[in-house]
T-cell receptor
Framework: SAVISQKPSRDICQRGTSLTIQCQVD?????MFWYRQQPGQSLTLIAT?????????ESGFVIDKFPISRPNLTFSTLTVSNMSPEDSSIYLC????????????FGPGTRLLVL | AQTVTQSQPEMSVQEAETVTLSCTYDTSENNYYLFWYKQPPSRQMILVIRQEAYKQQNATENRFSVNFQKAAKSFSLKISDSQLGDTAMYFC???????????FGTGTRLTVIP
């Protein structure tokens, strides 16, 4: 499976600011995904990022709040904009395996605390 | 919409014993994928095991196996010879083929007791 890294691993931010999270994969992948895990909760898909096209957002998530970039087949960023304490979560990126097996592998996550 | 239910918020098991985690799901699809992921305190989501709905044979991965009951829409995870490193949150997840969204259950916190 692909090796996925995320930066930063954690951060503490002030409300009203923005944070950009990076996701790097060690192989080329078509689809990358961004999930949010709120404290004590399960994972919820924010958006799907394909290289060369606009990200596709799930219901309840908008581009102005969570802009995503996908400049190439190994890298993506998620920005959490104009943060509030409710944005305190773990943000995880994932990629789908290249064998067509519909299996997603996850990065280590970014733990965000907004004060 | 698909829903995934894990009815056991917390479980514990003695080291070397066997434990079964429950998962049920709701879907009108005939073909789909089911997964168990493990999230230890490091918060890394780790794939434990995967099952394709069109396969009747239950998936196994070393000490981990599933009991897939398609008619009952049940997908339980059995961990044999439990080890301390198995202590983690376990999430059951569902995916439709061709879709991107993994639908996760609420998780079961498993503690392996020495």
């Amino acid at each position: 499976s692909a090796v996925i890294s995320q930066k930063p691993s954690r951060d503490i931010c002030q409300r009203g600011t923005s944070l950009t999270i990076q996701c790097q994969v060690d192989s080329q992948v078509t689809m990358m995904f961004w999930y949010r895990q709120q404290p004590g909760q399960s994972l919820t898909l924010i958006a799907t990022a394909n290289q060369g096209s606009e990200a596709t957002y799930e219901s309840g998530f908008v581009i102005d709040k969570f802009p995503i970039s996908r400049p190439n087949l190994t890298f993506s960023t998620l920005t959490v904009s104009n943060m509030s304490p409710e944005d305190s979560s773990i943000y995880l990126c994932s990629v789908e395996d290249g064998a067509g097996g519909e299996t997603q592998y996850f990065g280590p996550g970014t733990r965000l605390l907004v004060l | 919409a698909q829903t995934v239910t894990q009815s056991q918020p917390e479980m514990s098991v003695q080291e070397a014993e066997t434990v079964t985690l429950s998962c049920t799901y709701d879907t009108s699809e005939n073909n789909y994928y089911l997964f168990w992921y493990k999230q230890p305190p490091s918060r890394q989501m780790i794939l434990v095991i995967r099952q394709e709905a069109y396969k009747q044979q239950n998936a196994t991965e070393n000490r981990f196996s599933v009991n897939f009951q398609k008619a009952a829409k049940s997908f339980s995870l059995k961990i044999s010879d439990s080890q301390l490193g198995d202590t983690a949150m376990y999430f059951c997840a569902f995916m439709n083929p061709g879709a991107n969204n993994l639908f996760f259950g609420t998780g079961t916190r498993l503690t392996v007791i020495p």
